[in-house]
T-cell receptor, first 111, second 118 residues
Framework: QKEVEQDPGPLSVPEGAIVSLNCTYS??????FMWYRQYSRKGPELLMY??SSGNKEDGRFTAQVDKSSKYISLFIRDSQPSDSATYLC???????????WGLGTSLAVNP | DTEVTQTPKHLVMGMTNKKSLKCEQH?????MYWYKQKAKKPPELMFV???????INESVPSRFSPECPNSSLLNLHLHALQPEDSALYLC?????????????????FGAGSRLTVL
């Protein structure tokens, strides 16, 4: 079983839709959870990070962590064509271990 | 300044060539990273420098040689590469540690150097 699982998609939605992106992880000891966005031909950029169960909101983006289910989500409200990118979840298990990345989900928001 | 700058953006080299990739940041970050990314795959960690000292080498072949001349610069020297080494090479930086231990997780990436080995 992979430590982090993420459906690579692709996911295609109309402009204005609510997008839900998800990852599951295997180890309940994992502590820090991040979402990165990567546009084509660019490096990843950090969107959101959190270390506790619950929701964290930033504009149109909400990150949700459910540690009991080992499930993390990123919601995008009122999606825009400029949100078209690959979204990667990343988990930091704790000190002295490297980031564990999901495969990334390719998202296309159609005008 | 919140950028990580990588040069060159594109590089084509033969298997006998020697070339270098360069990375620069002026955010005061004391941890710098090299990642390799293949198409439709997540970034794969290669090397980590912490306070200009190599702290992690993920069993990378010796044809890749990192160098950290100072706290702002990171190089990756390339020699005798193979076609399968063709990839996007990403540099990243971070603070070494913040309160709560999150500093090392918050990576700022450059745009990458796209390498093609013929």
């Amino acid at each position: 079983q992979k430590e982090v699982e993420q459906d690579p998609g692709p996911l295609s939605v109309p402009e204005g839709a609510i997008v839900s992106l998800n990852c599951t992880y295997s180890n309940s000891a994992f502590q820090y959870f991040m979402w990165y966005r990567q546009y084509s031909r660019k490096g990843p950029e950090l969107l959101m990070y959190t270390y506790s169960s619950g929701n964290k909101e930033d504009g149109r983006f909400t990150a949700q962590v459910d540690k009991s289910s080992k499930y993390i989500s990123l919601f995008i409200r009122d999606s825009q064509p400029s949100d078209s990118a690959t979204y990667l979840c990343a988990i930091k298990p704790g000190n002295n271990r490297k980031l564990i990345w999901g495969l990334g989900t390719s998202l296309a928001v159609n005008p | 300044d919140t950028e990580v700058t990588q040069t060159p953006k594109h590089l084509v080299m033969g298997m006998t060539n020697k070339k270098s990739l360069k990375c620069e940041q002026h955010m005061g970050h004391r941890a710098m990273y090299w990642y390799k990314q293949k198409a439709k795959k997540p970034p794969e960690l290669m090397f980590v420098y912490s306070y200009e000292k190599l702290s992690i080498n993920e069993s990378v072949p010796s044809r890749f040689s990192p160098e950290c001349p100072n706290s702002s610069l990171l190089n990756l020297h390339l020699h005798a590469l193979q076609p399968e080494d063709s990839a996007l090479y990403l540099c990243a930086s971070s603070q070494v540690r913040l309160a709560g231990g999150l500093g090392a997780n918050v990576l700022t990436f450059g745009a990458g150097s796209r390498l093609t080995v013929l």
